[in-house]
């Protein structure tokens, strides 16, 4: 996947990553900064929120039943609490709304966020599977919100959908 990333930087023009499923939840293992990107303060080895960050939008969607799910639960529960303590309108406050939040994500086949985790960043979190249909990565971009087309048919959108069908095809991953 690394080594694919400089052909998808081309195509979005945005800061890309990679995440997969650490021991406290969603991970980036990979980090490519575009040369013109506003500076974000994510990095190597940072573990993301499930509500209010791109790929922990993707996970908590994809990530299945069983181990990781499991595990992913009380995270969703802590994070539920706090933005109900915080008063936070822009991330669900309900075990509905994040089926909601989770069902609009499977729908789209990405997770995304528009000035939630970060002020004035945005992305999308697009999944890989595995032969066997499991959450094996999400694909990440982000930026600027001025300049990174968030809209669901954008060509950041299509661009990332595109790369992630790909690797989980060659990964052996053939969709229902």
């Known amino acids: 996947a690394r080594e694919r990333l400089p052909t998808l930087m081309d195509q979005t023009g945005h800061t890309l990553a990679l995440a997969v499923w650490g021991n406290r939840g969603p991970t980036l ?14 990095r190597l080895g940072d573990v993301m929120p499930l509500l209010s960050s791109a790929t922990g939008r993707c996970f908590a969607a994809f990530i299945g039943h069983g181990g990781a799910a499991d595990k992913a639960q009380p995270m969703i529960e802590a994070e ?8 936070r309108s822009d991330l669900p406050s309900t075990a509905a709304q994040v089926q909601a939040m989770n069902t609009e994500t499977r729908a789209q086949g990405l997770g995304r966020v ?21 959450l094996a990565l999400g ?11 968030t809209d669901w048919a954008g060509p950041v959108a299509q661009a990332l959908r595109g790369f992630a069908a790909q690797l989980s095809a060659d990964l052996g991953w053939t969709s229902a």
Do not use: Y
């Open 29 to 42: 293992v990979h980090w490519q900064e575009a040369p013109l990107a506003m500076p974000v303060s994510l």
């Open 114 to 134: 528009v000035n939630v985790l970060l002020p004035g960043i945005s992305g999308f979190c697009a999944p890989v599977f595995d032969a066997d249909g499991h």
């Open 80 to 87: 539920l609490a706090l933005a109900r303590k915080l008063g």
């Open 139 to 149: 694909v990440v971009s982000l930026g600027s919100t001025a300049t990174l087309d």
